[in-house]
């Protein structure tokens, strides 16, 4: 939709003032101990891959607003990570959910995926619905089932969605469980864990070799006593038993109010077992935020986590899997996801400034104002034009959600899709 022509002249009036701003900063002690363009460039390498969900308006069980010029198919769901790529060139990549995003015309989706720079990056398995026609009900749990034949067809339905992913080159299958129970006594805790564990390794065993598997956790919704995964050392136990590409998942909106997911992160991250992302700003739960919106300087302390441990040698080298997880209830979901991209890349780039030598010694010698100080100096920094920087060495808008705006993008998504268009997803 944009092209590199329209790109330039849409970042023409910007240029001016955003040299002078990132010339500031390149000078700026801030910058001391860091080669700017060696930022800019890790910036520039950031991918985060878009959900298939999260491109059409979210509601709640109150109620929904639509918006206009959402996706209907999958075809137009790539369409609108696109736009997005071409504005931010930092989300080359989709996240499917299946059923919602059957993949039917394969070579016609592996044409259009190329043609917008895209691969696809994750599968994701859904057996929290009953779909038409299915001969067994996820009433009472899908890889958890007390029933055997439940559990064949949860089994089966995650196969299916790894031979769907393995047409179109994603190497990545996703699976959340709604599994749990929302009464005492409802669900024997014990078996139930060990009827999900031998499901999912009969999922690992029907994967590629070169595939992960990524387990996701919450502790609650939709069962609200018990969930069979409700937290990061059950997937954990759970990745253990399984196999060394079964990994963690962590989804920011899955924790209970104030929990430490730095922590979370850093512990994986040293135990090999991080697997990636669910990005998402929250409050109160599983919210499906703006990411960064509400708790910036959480960001900012998870990538601190990522940046420190990519450094240290004792840290095994692992391939963490950046991914939005989120639902726009009152904003056009395409300028949300802009936003959240932009935050994550921002919380990155401020992680990049810390001054790692000066923040060790600080902690060797528990010298803990100081340490604070040097995160939070990081933290302050207005690395917006850091961000900038990237999106137009990499050939996209200096500000792209002025862009989208200034080319009237949702106003033609109206115009071809009609102001009643429903995409498929939560
Ligand atoms: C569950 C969840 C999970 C699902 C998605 C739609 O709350 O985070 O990742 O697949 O939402
Ligand atoms: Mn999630
Ligand atoms: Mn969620």
């Known amino acids: ?5 329209r790109l330039a002249d849409l970042n023409q009036p910007l240029l001016a003032e955003h040299q002078l701003h990132f010339q500031h900063l390149a000078d700026s002690p801030r910058l001391r101990y860091q080669d700017v363009q060696a930022v800019v460039q890790k910036l520039i390498e950031f991918q985060v891959a878009i959900p298939s969900w ?25 369409g609108d990570v696109g736009i997005l790529q071409s504005l931010n060139r930092s989300s080359n990549s989709i996240s499917l959910h299946i059923p919602w995003d059957i993949p039917q015309d394969i070579a016609g989706l592996q044409q259009l995926l190329k043609q917008q720079g895209l691969v696809i990056d994750s599968v994701n398995s859904n057996t929290f619905q009953d779909q038409k026609d299915q001969p067994q009900s996820y ?32 190497k990545t299958l996703t699976v959340w469980l709604a599994d749990g129970s929302n009464f005492p006594g409802q669900q024997h805790l014990r078996r139930a864990f060990l009827r999900t564990q031998e499901s999912l390794a009969a999922i690992y065993e ?17 069962n609200f006593y ?10 954990l136990a759970l990745c253990q038993a399984i196999g060394a590409n079964a990994q963690v998942l962590v ?23 991080l697997g990636g992302f669910h990005f998402n700003g929250s409050m109160y739960g599983d919210d499906d935020l703006t990411t960064g919106s509400t708790k910036p300087f959480q960001l900012f302390l998870i990538f601190n986590e990522l940046v420190d441990s990519a450094l240290d040698q004792t840290v095994p080298a692992a391939a963490v899997a950046y991914m939005i997880d989120a639902s726009h209830n009152v904003k056009d979901p395409l300028e949300d996801l802009l936003q959240s991209v932009e935050n994550i890349l921002s919380a990155y780039a401020k992680a990049l400034l810390v001054d790692r030598n000066a923040l060790n010694e600080a902690q060797e010698s528990n010298d803990v104002v100081r340490a604070e100080e040097i995160l939070r100096d990081a933290f302050l920094s207005d690395v917006r034009p850091l961000v900038a920087e990237a999106y137009r060495q990499s050939g996209g808008a200096l500000n792209p959600i002025a862009a989208y705006r200034a080319e009237g993008v949702r106003e033609q998504l109206i115009h071809q899709r009609g102001k009643h268009s429903v995409s498929t997803g939560l």
């Not at 939709?1 to 022509?5: A, L, T, V």
């Not at 994967?207 to 919704?221: A, F, H």
């Not at 909106?253 to 135990?271: A, D, K, S, W, Y």
């Open 1 to 5: 939709m944009f092209s590199d022509q």
């Open 206 to 222: 029907a994967m590629p070799t070169d595939w992960t598997m990524l387990v996701e956790y919450k502790p609650y919704e939709p």
């Open 251 to 273: 989804d920011l909106g899955h924790h209970l109010p104030n929990t430490n997911i730095e922590q979370i992160v850093g512990r994986l991250r040293q135990f090999g077992r």
């Open 139 to 170: 009433k009472f749990g899908s890889l958890s089932h007390t029933e055997k034949a439940v559990r064949e067809q949860a089994i089966q339905h995650n196969i299916d969605c790894v031979r769907y992913g393995e047409q179109l080159d994603a």
């Open 54 to 78: 999260a491109l059409g308006t979210g509601g709640t069980r109150f109620g929904r607003f639509a918006l206009g010029g959402e996706p209907r198919t999958l075809e137009e769901k790539i």
């Open 226 to 235: 018990s969930m069979v995964i409700p937290d990061w050392g059950t997937s």
